[in-house]
């Protein structure tokens, strides 16, 4: 009797081992998880591959043949969740990962490292200003003839450009000095660069028409703060250098301290950013009273709602009668694969450019861009 057992044992040790195993293995799904950075998402992603449902932790034994007995084992028995269920939540999962993709580094707090507990190295290159290109603009009242107070810095004859070109802006900021008093602000160089290519004027081979450099050194700070659903994020201070590199009759510069504050709400970000002009010699100004046309102060608002942002970028000299002018700029970004979007831009007013500073016109504008305003 004893000696019949033995071919069954290995069997049944068989049998056991291969139900423990398949106890253990890991949800395919399981993969899916590792990938998230964000904790809250993970924990969710694993919650719904591993947490059993409320009812599965037991099943009452039957005690009773009868119907009343059998309707009360059915009504404790788990389920298991439907197939289409297991799907909507998948969905869920992907969108949500999307969702939080898209809006990597929107928040001012980490786009500026101003929260010690996660803060970065120094000299990383990060995202600053709106990055696009414009394949094609097209201004209502193209600037033929640049002129400016200046004597010696109006054109003579009128230049052969035509309305329609071609736009594009780089900008990025990397963070030079880490730790500033006590931890709550940031030292940084910004750089922003935006030209206007003629690439449909083949007549005079096709030449950038305009170009401006803008060099800053910024001090950001933390300065958490609420005022109703809008949460204060950010103060900074940055001394400004804004020109077109070129000689007279067409050189354009100023310098500026600017002072910035930044709130936002979970899908929308406010800039509020004045300046001062420092002041230059009248030999040496290209571009006098340029505060007059291009602006004192200006004002961001964007918005994200679906992947998509829509920005207003308003300007004004904050002066009344003849000196009251300003500029006002509309962009709406469209996903269309990972962080590209369509672009669309409406200029008007004074100063789409250095060039243009006391020139008025309305541009439009289409292309893609990758950074908006954050």
């Known amino acids: 009797m004893t000696t019949s057992l033995f071919p069954i044992l290995p069997r049944m040790a068989g049998t056991a081992l291969t139900?423990?195993?398949?106890?253990?293995?890991?949800?395919?799904?399981?993969?899916?998880?590792?990938?998230?950075?964000?904790?809250?998402?993970?924990?969710?992603?694993?919650?719904?591959?591993?947490?059993?449902?409320?009812?599965?932790?037991?099943?009452?034994?039957?005690?009773?043949?009868?119907?009343?007995?059998?309707?009360?084992?059915?009504?404790?028995?788990?389920?298991?969740?439907?197939?289409?269920?297991?799907?909507?939540?998948?969905?869920?999962?992907?969108?949500?990962?999307?969702?939080?993709?898209?809006?990597?580094?929107?928040?001012?707090?980490?786009?500026?490292?101003?929260?010690?507990?996660?803060?970065?190295?120094?000299?990383?290159?990060?995202?600053?200003?709106?990055?696009?290109?414009?394949?094609?603009?097209?201004?209502?009242?193209?600037?033929?003839?640049?002129?400016?107070?200046?004597?010696?810095?109006?054109?003579?004859?009128?230049?052969?450009?035509?309305?329609?070109?071609?736009?594009?802006?780089?900008?990025?900021?990397?963070?030079?000095?880490?730790?500033?008093?006590?931890?709550?602000?940031?030292?940084?160089?910004?750089?922003?660069?935006?030209?206007?290519?003629?690439?449909?004027?083949?007549?005079?081979s096709r030449p950038f028409r305009e170009t401006n450099y803008e060099p800053e050194v910024i001090l950001a700070f933390r300065t958490p703060y609420g005022i109703g659903d809008w949460r204060g994020q950010l103060t900074s201070i940055s001394v400004n250098h804004q020109s077109n590199g070129r000689g007279r009759p067409l050189s354009r510069s100023w310098n500026r301290v600017i002072l910035q504050t930044g709130l936002e709400t979970d899908d929308a970000t406010l800039l509020i950013r004045p300046w001062w002009r420092l002041p230059e010699s009248d030999q040496d100004d290209d571009n006098p009273h340029i505060e007059d046309y291009i602006g004192r102060a200006e004002l961001i608002y964007a918005r994200r709602f679906g992947g998509h942002v829509v920005s207003l970028q308003g300007r004004h000299s904050l002066r009344g009668g003849d000196k009251s002018r300003g500029s006002?700029?509309?962009?709406?970004?469209?996903?269309?694969?990972?962080f590209l979007k369509a672009h669309l831009s409406l200029f008007s007013g004074y100063g789409e450019s250095l060039i243009d500073y006391n020139h008025r016109q309305t541009m439009i504008g289409a292309g893609i861009s990758l950074v908006e305003w954050r």
């Open 19 to 204: 139900a423990c195993l398949a106890g253990l293995s890991v949800p395919a799904g399981a993969s899916e998880c590792v990938s998230i950075d964000d904790d809250a998402l993970r924990l969710r992603c694993y919650d719904r591959q591993f947490r059993p449902a409320p009812n599965a932790a037991s099943t009452p034994p039957t005690t009773s043949n009868t119907p009343a007995a059998s309707n009360a084992a059915a009504a404790v028995a788990p389920t298991a969740p439907p197939q289409e269920q297991r799907g909507t939540d998948r969905e869920t999962l992907l969108a949500m990962r999307s969702e939080l993709q898209a809006n990597k580094g929107r928040s001012l707090v980490e786009s500026w490292d101003l929260d010690p507990a996660h803060a970065r190295g120094t000299f990383e290159i990060k995202a600053y200003k709106p990055m696009h290109l414009l394949v094609g603009t097209h201004t209502d009242h193209v600037n033929r003839q640049p002129a400016s107070g200046q004597d010696d810095n109006s054109v003579g004859a009128p230049l052969s450009v035509k309305p329609t070109e071609v736009q594009f802006q780089i900008s990025f900021k990397s963070k030079v000095w880490d730790g500033l008093f006590d931890d709550r602000a940031n030292l940084w160089f910004g750089y922003t660069q935006s030209s206007r290519w003629q690439v449909y004027n083949r007549k005079v």
């Open 328 to 338: 006002v700029r509309v962009d709406w970004s469209i996903p269309m694969s990972g």
